[in-house]
């Protein structure tokens, strides 16, 4: 790069936040990275607030441009498929991929945070301002305010990009201007978090695949961790007799487990306490356009379009934008005012098909995966990519295996169901006239 550059200020130091200042540093600029939370790296992690992350291809994707993918990945767990617990009965693993052996990888959403970190703090031109929360922007100016524990402080950039996710203070300031519209749409559910310890120094359950209870109008997840423990995840509705709200006294917990659960309290023995005192969070998808504003202000990852974690791809979809944005800089010459435009354009269809495709899995998690039919359908599934390698592809590979864009990927599942609808009706068709021929033969006969 040739010449001295203005300084980019990318408001939230996140997983999204800091990958971002890491392709900026690259490019050339100077950029301020401005967070509200302490450091996390020297501070305590709420509690309960974790959700483990499955990485995939396009999360690893952009992390191999920064040369990161192999650090992260050693901190990571390969979970080659979703085993299934019944009420009653063995749990049955169900491989993600054809050939069993692709994975996507459980990493602590904090590990994830810290080295990304590390790696944009470790890049000439990059600082990090922490206890910085943003109460004021002026996109014409790219004027900030921010307060922090010493009181109200300014700031200016040239260009001010929002990852400081589904609550963007940044979006809140281009809504108070009157620059989008953004729309909320929250699920009547929530999540809770609980905790599987190591048993005999060992997993106490099978760290290979992601758990899952699915139990109809609720589940629950489980993600292994390094230090050989679980992160658990209950989504239950937030209201009504089978709720959150429906359990309070220690008995009554212990109750509903062992009902619903019973694998469960004997491998969880604060189960009680986990339950009783960690959080329950908000679940939805955040819709708003434009996601720019002047050509100097922009919005990306769950800034610009929060999705619910049922597919696993909220960060992956957030790393995606970070490329997908420097792509548009090289293709516009650092041109900012036309660059944030085309990357609204490239991906905000790509946006809305991961977050529809999310929602829908949060019903084949919850309601479809202990159904015989639906594992039927997906040995029938598995045995066509084999027979048809490259050429039937199914949505999930095509999700968490490929950077095939979401929105392709919609698009190509959507062929190939109807050309297998068409294969299938033309084989009947064939069927039925081949039992007519037989019928009138018998017949003369």
């Not at 081949?434 to 009138?440: F, H, K, Q, S």
Request: proline share 6%; hydrophobic share 45%.
């Amino acid at each position: 790069m040739t010449g001295e550059r203005d300084e980019i200020a990318v408001v939230g130091a996140g997983l999204a936040g800091c990958l971002l200042a890491c392709f900026l540093a690259r490019r050339g600029y100077p950029v301020a990275l401005y967070e509200r939370r302490p450091d996390p790296r020297t501070g305590t992690v709420e509690r309960g607030r974790s959700i483990n992350l499955a990485l995939s291809e396009r999360g690893l994707d952009a992390l191999r441009r920064i040369g990161l993918d192999g650090q992260v990945l050693a901190d990571a767990l390969p979970m080659r498929g979703r085993m299934i617990h019944p009420v009653a009965g063995e749990p049955q693993f169900q491989s993600y991929s054809a050939s069993g052996d692709r994975a996507i990888n459980s990493i602590s959403r904090g590990a994830l945070n810290n080295a990304l970190l590390d790696a944009a703090t470790a890049l000439p031109g990059v600082r990090v301002a922490f206890d910085h929360r943003l109460v004021g922007l002026d996109p014409a100016t790219g004027e900030m305010t921010f307060e922090t524990p010493r009181g109200k402080v300014a700031a200016t950039a040239s260009v001010v990009l929002g990852a400081d996710g589904a609550g963007s203070a940044v979006r809140g300031q281009l809504l108070a201007y009157g620059l989008l519209t953004e729309s909320l749409d929250f699920l009547d559910y929530g999540y809770k978090e609980l905790t599987i310890p190591p048993l005999g120094g060992d997993f106490a359950l099978d760290p290979d695949a992601l758990h899952i209870w699915p139990r109809g109008t609720s589940m629950m997840i489980a993600l292994p961790n390094p230090d050989r423990s679980f992160t658990c995840t209950l989504f239950w509705p937030t209201h009504g007799t089978a709720s959150f709200a429906s359990l309070g006294s220690p008995a009554a917990i212990e109750r509903h487990f062992a009902e619903h659960y019973p694998d469960l309290p004997p491998l969880a023995p604060n189960l009680v306490d986990d339950y009783q005192h960690n959080p329950v969070g908000v679940l939805g998808t955040v819709r708003c356009t434009p996601w720019q504003a002047n050509g100097r202000v922009g919005l990306l990852g769950d800034a610009a379009h929060a999705i619910v974690p049922f597919y696993g791809q909220g960060a992956n979809c957030a790393f995606e934008d970070v490329v997908e944005l420097d792509r548009c800089l090289a293709e516009c010459a650092d041109d900012w005012s036309a660059a944030l435009p085309l990357f609204q354009e490239r991906r905000q269809a790509n946006a809305e098909a991961i977050a529809r495709m999310a929602l829908a899995n949060f019903v084949e998690m919850r309601d479809k995966v202990a159904s015989p039919l639906f594992q039927a359908g997906r040995k029938v599934e598995h045995a066509l990519e084999r027979a048809l390698p490259g050429r039937y592809v199914s949505r999930y590979e095509l999700v968490s295996f490929s950077t095939t864009p979401y929105a392709e990927v919609v698009r190509r599942v959507r062929r190939q169901h109807r050309l297998l609808a068409a294969v299938a009706g033309g084989a009947a068709a064939l069927l039925a006239g081949a039992v007519g021929v037989a019928i009138n033969r018998g017949r003369r006969r």
